[in-house]
Nanobody, 122 residues
Framework: QVQLVESGGGLVQAGGSLRLSCAAS????????MAWFRQAPGKEREFVAA????????NYADSVRGRFTISRDNAKNTVFLQMNSLKPEDTAVYYC???????????????WGQGTQVTVSS
């Protein structure tokens, strides 16, 4: 079992920045990749960004590319999401998720955090 704990959410004005963190913990796990998703009120959860753990290759949703940056700290099993030039439409609950080696045959992300609220005021 892997536990994910997000932090760093909050209230910010449009044009501002926030940095989210997500730390993974548990027994004997190897991360293949981590990602951020978000869900706004009344909308479905959507992909934001992902990072491959060994290669550091990244992928972004078109809506955040150029404004958000995903990065990781291998030693701390932590992923970050630096969010700049925030817009009111970025308001959502942000979730981190991870894929682990032991469940590599199972598609999708295997473990999810509890979410952290990001609110961008206009």
């Amino acid at each position: 079992q892997v536990q994910l704990v997000e932090s760093g959410g909050g209230l910010v004005q449009a044009g501002g920045s926030l940095r989210l963190s997500c730390a993974a913990s548990g027994r004997s796990f190897t991360i293949r990749g981590m990602a951020w998703f978000r869900q706004a009120p009344g909308k479905e959860r959507e992909f934001v960004a992902a990072i491959h753990w060994s290669t550091s290759s990244t992928n972004y949703a078109d809506s955040v590319r150029g404004r958000f940056t995903i990065s990781r700290d291998n030693a701390k099993n932590t992923v970050f999401l630096q969010m700049n030039s925030l817009k009111p439409e970025d308001t959502a609950v942000y979730y981190c998720a991870t894929r682990v080696e032991s469940r590599a045959s199972v598609p999708g992300y295997h473990y999810w955090g509890q979410g952290t609220q990001v609110t961008v005021s206009s």
